[in-house]
């Protein structure tokens, strides 16, 4: 079974750095969709970051510049490198995976396996 597991979260002062980890088991993250997303009590989830099937790497405006993806393949690991944290960017962070095959063709619409999250605060 796919499993996503989520480190890395922690309190920080505004200005600071955070690189959140998510390691992943029982899936191929070779040509696949993976994605950070993050939630506030009381609001949607939103997108962050994610890899597309071809390895394109999209941002939210508010976090482009500060926030990078990447993916270590023979780590069986998806990273999230934050600097310049802003008190707006305080959630939970989850970690996001799909095969990204859907109607015959490669797209990242849906995500079907999620971890449990990593509370980042930034006061």
């Known amino acids: 079974h796919v499993q996503l597991v989520e480190s890395g979260g922690d309190s920080v002062q505004a200005g600071g750095s955070l690189r959140l980890s998510c390691e992943v088991s029982g899936f191929l993250m070779r040509g696949a969709c993976m994605a950070w997303y993050r939630q506030v009590p009381g609001k949607e989830r939103e997108l962050v970051a994610d890899?597309?099937?071809?390895?394109?790497?999209n941002y939210d405006d508010s976090v482009r510049g500060r926030f990078t993806i990447s993916k270590d393949s023979a780590k069986d690991t998806l990273y999230l490198q934050m600097d310049s944290l802003k008190p707006e960017d305080t959630a939970m962070y989850y970690c996001?995976?799909?095969?990204?095959?859907?109607?015959?063709?490669?797209?990242?619409?849906?995500?079907?396996?999620w971890g449990q999250g990593t509370q980042v605060t930034v006061s």
């Open positions: 996001a995976a799909d095969e990204g095959y859907y109607g015959g063709g490669r797209v990242c619409i849906n995500y079907k396996y």
């Open positions: 890899t597309d099937t071809d390895g394109t790497r």
